[in-house]
């Protein structure tokens, strides 16, 4: 059985970071007592990560995938940090814009685009867009006149906790056929990008995906096209309840291959982080408002929190992402029990056969900390199913509040 783990083991001595992370969000919860259901985010935390990632894959340009947590003070910190913005809607746009990021620096990476939009987003100024088929192409041709463009492959999402694998991406052979094109409508074929699935276990899937995209430069430089940038996409996971390998390891997978498969002539390295940049830097507090048990075959007691599938924690959606949680009675026995969220919706169920064990003295009232819950949280937050308001998110920064 898989009992809550104590705060003390999740972030122990052996990750200080994550402490250290953690007692910033707690100064902040005491200080403020922000109604719940809520996510606090530590900027300094999002900022250690990008840090981490710049070392680890050097040359590589980031462009965070602004899907996973689009706060605007979250934006502002990695503006600071001079990285690039994968923007995904006209919204994220106007809000990357707003901020006084450069469009020069967003890179319109949804594949699924309105016309419209993509003659808005070049007349801003983005230069940069991803597209998997001939109309999407076409629609970028027309609206988009000079471009550069990208082709997103279909690769294998196997051992990705939320897998991204067939609605988006083409098979090499159509992204060869579509890249050799795209110079006849006006467009300027840059490369070829990838995801191989979000929170992906296994580094190996960048490894098999880059091998393919390489199959793809060289089928596009016999055919007189010689592209220039190799878009790696998100992937990188978060620390939630199973342990999985290092950021290094992925990092040192991804080099490896990039090396292996390209030998001397690599091309410019690009990813798209959303959950590695913020996920572990949040925290998203519930409130316990009930706690029942029904009687009949299932002994088991129903805790239902202020926070559910609509509100906050859309990705336990399949119980496909597990959350380390906290209570304060986290060294009190525990048993198995159902956690449910607080609409009057049955598929509003977060974590029933995911072997969740909750404290016995857990009571109407208490919190209940989602851990590593900064991504994908308060982004898929429904704005009022059932009355009930959008996730609120706070930004920690003890960085400005010392200078
Ligand atoms: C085009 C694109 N890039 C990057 C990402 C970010 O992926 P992740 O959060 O797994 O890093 C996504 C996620 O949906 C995406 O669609």
């Known amino acids: ?38 996510v606090v985010i530590d900027l300094e935390t999002v900022r250690q990560h990008c840090l981490a990632l710049r070392a680890l ?50 890179c319109f990476g949804n594949t699924i685009k309105r ?42 999402a196997a051992g990705a906790e939320w897998p991204l694998s067939r609605k988006f991406g083409c098979s090499a052979a159509m992204a060869v056929e579509l890249l050799t094109h795209a110079g006849s409508l006006g467009l300027r074929p840059t490369g070829v990008s990838f995801h191989v699935g979000s929170q992906q276990t296994d580094p190996l899937r960048w490894d098999a995906a880059i091998g393919t995209a390489c199959s793809v430069f060289n089928a596009c430089h016999r055919a007189g096209v010689t592209l220039d940038l190799l878009d790696l996409g998100g992937g990188l996971p978060a620390q939630y309840r199973t342990p999985l390998p290092a950021l290094a390891e992925y990092a040192a997978t991804i080099m490896t291959s990039v090396t292996r ?37 299932d002994a088991r007691r129903w805790i239902y929190l202020d926070a559910g599938r609509y509100n906050g924690l859309a990705e336990t959606q399949h119980e ?66 059932n009355g009930f308001p959008p996730l609120a998110t706070h930004c920690v920064d003890t960085a400005a509040t010392t200078a």
């Open 1 to 38: 059985m898989n009992h809550p783990a104590p705060v003390s083991d999740l972030y122990g001595a052996s990750l200080p970071q994550r402490a250290a992370t953690l007692a910033r969000i707690d100064r902040f919860l005491a200080s403020q007592l922000p109604p719940t259901p809520c």
């Open 57 to 106: 894959l050097p040359g590589t340009r980031i462009y965070y995938a602004v899907k996973a947590n689009p706060a605007p003070p979250v934006l502002a910190a990695l503006a600071r940090m001079d990285i690039g913005f994968d923007v995904a809607s006209i919204g994220e746009i106007g809000r990357c814009l707003g901020l006084g990021i450069n469009a020069q620096r967003c």
């Open 115 to 156: 016309e419209r939009d993509i003659a808005q987003a070049h007349a801003a100024g983005i230069a940069l867009f991803a597209f998997d088929s001939p109309a999407e192409l076409e629609k970028l041709a027309r609206a988009a006149p000079g471009a550069r463009v990208f082709c997103r492959l279909s690769v294998h």
């Open 261 to 297: 498969h390209f030998g001397s002539s690599a091309p410019q390295l690009m990813i798209e982080p959303g959950r590695y940049m913020t996920a572990d830097a949040g925290l998203l507090r519930a409130q316990v408002l009930l706690i029942a048990r029904h009687g009949g075959h």
């Open 320 to 385: 496909a992402i597990h959350y380390p949680l906290r209570t304060r009675h986290d060294v009190a026995p525990a048993e198995p029990a159902v956690l449910a969220g607080p609409t009057c919706d049955s598929t509003d169920i977060i974590y029933d056969r995911a072997n969740y064990a909750m404290p016995l003295d857990l009571a109407i009232g208490d919190t209940v900390d989602f851990l590593s819950a900064g991504a994908y949280t308060a982004s898929y937050a429904s704005v009022e199913f």
